[in-house]
């Protein structure tokens, strides 16, 4: 059981570059989502999902897409990369969409856009 | 806009002693709080959590405390080690218009415990 899974760990990118994040969790998670990381920022939710097929914004979601084909997997894209994304990302993932909240997040994948 | 927030950025303690740590939330809907840990280098880990119609609820050398009055929140560490060290956020999930939470949480910015051993 490998809990939630994120690569890479680490990446650069120049600017206008693009690129996924991939996310995987074994759990049989129906609710994944994405947060960013920044300095005295705490953690920001960018993007959500409660199941497969269903995806909806967060609170900082411009610049990133997601889509959820599988129970599995929730990868988010970054279409094309500023400067301003440079930050760590984390992937979380949790049991139900209603009751207690426990997320199980990944160790993230810290990006540098150059 | 609503937010969740802690009074004191960094906190210092020596090995043994008790650790409080205070978080400020804003939104009165918000009907459940969590508090993470997390390490240099690693994700947030799950502490403890506790309902909005609770006022104290224990762990295993945590404590929650929450008072709705003041829209306050604490963490109580007994006995603190040095593996306790790192960075504490509360975080708080509000009910969407359907009464549903989906897990959206709002997170403080946290609070850097150092434990001086």
């Known amino acids: 059981n490998a809990g939630v899974t994120q690569t890479p760990k680490f990446q650069v990118l120049k600017t206008g570059q693009s690129m996924t994040l991939q996310c995987a969790q074994d759990?049989?998670?129906?609710?994944m989502s994405w947060y960013r990381q920044d300095p005295g920022m705490g953690l920001r939710l960018i993007h959500y999902?409660?199941?497969?097929?269903?995806?909806d914004q967060g609170e900082v979601p411009n610049g990133y897409n997601v889509s959820r084909s599988t129970t599995e997997d929730f990868p988010l894209r970054l279409l094309s990369a500023a400067p301003s994304q440079t930050s760590v990302y984390f992937c979380?993932?949790?049991?139900?969409?209603?009751?207690?909240?426990?997320?199980?997040f990944g160790e993230g994948s810290r990006l540098t856009v150059l | 806009g609503e937010s969740v927030g802690l009074h004191l950025p960094t906190l210092s303690v020596q090995e043994g002693d008790n650790s409080i740590i205070n978080c400020a939330y804003s939104n009165s809907a918000s009907d459940y709080f969590i508090w993470y840990k997390q390490e240099s280098g690693k994700g947030p880990q799950f502490i403890i959590d506790i309902r909005s119609n609770m006022d104290k609820r224990q762990g295993q050398r945590v404590t929650v405390l929450l008072n709705k009055t003041v829209k306050h929140l604490s963490l109580q560490i007994a006995a603190t080690q040095p593996g306790d060290s790192a960075v504490y956020f509360c975080?708080?999930?509000?009910?969407?218009?359907?009464?549903?939470?989906?897990?959206?949480?709002?997170f403080g910015q946290g609070t850097i415990l150092t434990v001086h051993p």
């Open positions: 759990m049989n998670h129906e609710y």
């Open positions: 979380a993932s949790r049991a139900g969409t209603g009751g207690t909240g426990e997320l199980f």
């Open positions: 999902s409660v199941g497969a097929g269903i995806t």
């Open positions: 975080a708080e999930i509000t009910a969407n218009a359907g009464g549903t939470s989906y897990g959206k949480l709002t």
